[in-house]
């Protein structure tokens, strides 16, 4: 079966950095998507991930390995804007995206 | 930016009644549209996917009769709710992808609906 999974929540203080972990198997791989929702919001979309390595947007920053089904969202500069759920999706060989059950992360000043 | 809008963003009816959602694209073409729903805390689910011209796909689970979807053009699809339920009521957000299969790979969501059913 497929499967994506990510922690439930995490918590973390302004000003300081935090990794979202994503593990992903899934029926072929045609890229990785994070996206940020705020609560009664729909999803917006952060990164996309295809090849291995490093991918940074200002204060984001994602990173692929395809050998081990593992991808991370990296926050710096934490603000309490940023306190949002955070999906992961990955986009299968029909190209559906599969989704995380998505990190609720917890801004504290 | 593609912009996809949703209409109404908040509905509220009585249990047995019908309720239409639209989704447009506003800025671009989308070949494909995708509906989901999503329950309080929880994450998103995908309840079809509908090609411009043909049938939707629903996602196993998922009743067609219940929950009918119409993408009559490569700017609108609609979704609507037949016979509504309490338990029908979630958040359902569409989405939409420009170009066929491989050929985008972003998908553009709309701001939801909040659907409640009384």
């Known amino acids: 079966g497929q499967n994506i999974d990510q922690p439930t929540e995490m918590t973390a203080t302004e000003g300081a950095i935090v990794q979202i972990n994503c593990t992903y198997q899934t029926s072929g791989f045609n890229g990785l998507f994070w996206y940020q929702q705020h609560a009664g919001e729909a999803p917006t979309f952060l990164s996309y991930?295809?090849l291995d390595g490093l991918e940074e947007k200002g204060r984001f920053s994602s990173f692929l390995s395809r050998s081990k089904g593992y991808s991370y969202l990296l926050l710096k500069e934490l603000q309490m804007k940023d306190s949002a759920s955070y999906l992961c999706a990955v986009m299968d060989s029909n190209y559906q995206l599969i989704w995380g059950a998505g990190t609720k992360l917890i801004i504290k000043p | 930016g593609a912009v996809v809008s949703q209409h109404p963003s908040r509905v509220i009816c009585k249990s047995g009644t019908s309720v239409k959602i639209e989704c447009r694209s506003l800025?671009?073409?989308?070949?494909?549209m995708f509906w989901y729903r999503q329950f309080p805390k929880q994450s998103l689910m995908l309840m079809a996917t509908s090609n411009e011209g043909s049938k939707a796909t629903y996602e196993q689970g998922v009743e067609k009769d219940k929950f009918l979807i119409n993408h009559a053009s490569l700017t609108l699809s609609t979704l609507t709710v037949t016979s509504a339920h309490p338990e029908d009521s979630s958040f359902y957000i569409c989405?939409?992808?420009?170009?066929?299969?491989?050929?985008?790979?972003?998908?553009?969501f709309g701001p939801g609906t909040r659907l409640t059913v009384t």
């Open positions: 800025d671009f073409q989308a070949t494909t």
């Open positions: 989405s939409a992808r420009v170009g066929g299969t491989g050929d985008s790979y972003e998908q553009y």
């Open positions: 991930n295809v």
